[in-house]
């Protein structure tokens, strides 16, 4: 039986340690395994997170991979500078789908809700193909959704992009199969087994940099289902949702649409942290209205080739 003096032996790793040295395995496996992996960067902490732990991986070399973003159009402005100037600081290359360009030449069509984070799955599979990218690094938590639970760490995704959870392997002993044919590719998740209060604590010790949308400031909002949302070109608010100034913060972002905010005093990492670990709601069930289209939205879109 493992005894307290033997977990708090000298050498031994911490939690937040185990989680690097997990996540940082993941990432020279998959530049030992795979020919064109990319990362999927938006800005966001948990892509935030990942791309600092893919650079720990690969120091002093700059990292052996390229950067994708798909960007709706309907991004916060601040999350997008932030993606400019890191992109920019680390020499980065940034490979950018714009779902846009989708709706302008007819591929996709504009949703009467305005939301466009479903349409983002045709874009991020042409972009794929096109650039002929055989492994996908993306930001997923076990914790986030019922969906992304599920999960492997290496998430086998056949011609068409899609997702069958009967065909994944195994991955005992944390040995990772990236076998996969001609046409398929594999998503990768290194922040798998990492908790939304792991990410925050991890970005308060290495002092990661992230977007102020993060932390608590005066916004302008209007309510919409019991989420505060910020107005925009997307369509919000419509007659009879008005627009007011709160004190808010984004515990997750993505296409304004769907992303909201929650009412809060948290100010700093530290203040963030006191209030993620009281909170019973995940990041995702308080504050996207994509994943509240239906009891399975999240998963059906993982089968269309989402993420």
């Given amino acids: 039986m493992t005894t307290a003096v033997e977990l708090s032996a000298p050498g031994a790793l911490s939690h937040l340690d185990a989680l690097e040295a997990e996540a940082v395995h993941i990432f020279r496996e998959v530049a030992g395994e795979f020919e064109r992996p990319v990362i999927l960067f938006s800005g966001g902490k948990d892509s935030i997170v990942m791309l600092h732990l893919a650079r720990k991986a690969f120091w002093p070399a700059q990292i052996p991979f390229a950067l994708l973003h798909v960007d709706t159009g309907h991004n916060f402005p601040e999350v997008i500078e932030y993606r400019d100037r890191t992109v920019a600081e680390h020499g980065l290359r940034l490979f950018v789908g714009h779902v ?29 193909e096109k650039n002929r990218f055989d492994a996908v690094f993306g930001g997923g938590r076990r914790d986030e959704e019922k969906a992304r639970a599920k999960e492997r760490v290496f998430s086998l995704r056949d011609e068409f992009g899609q997702w069958d959870p009967r065909r994944q392997r195994p991955e005992l002993w944390n040995l990772y199969n990236g076998r996969h044919r001609v046409g398929e590719h594999v998503r990768v998740f290194p922040l798998s087994n990492w908790t939304e209060l792991d990410v925050w604590q ?37 007659d009879g949702e008005a627009v007011e100034r709160r004190v808010v913060r984004y515990r997750t972002v993505g296409d304004m649409s769907c992303t909201g905010a929650v009412e809060s005093p948290a100010a700093s990492v530290a203040e963030v942290i006191a209030e993620i670990a009281v909170s019973r709601l995940t990041e995702r069930g308080a504050t996207r209205a994509d994943d509240k289209l239906s009891e399975a939205a999240m998963e059906d879109r993982k089968r269309e080739g989402y993420f």
């Fill in 100 to 128: 846009q360009e989708f709706i302008d030449n007819g591929r996709l069509s504009e949703r009467p809700d305005g939301t466009r984070n479903p349409l983002q799955t045709v874009p991020l599979l042409d972009a794929i």
């Fill in 202 to 238: 991890y970005i308060e010790r290495e002092e990661i940099p992230l977007p102020e949308i993060y932390f608590s400031h005066e916004r302008e909002v209007f309510r919409r289902n019991g989420m505060w949302l910020a107005p925009g070109a997307w369509g919000g608010p419509k």
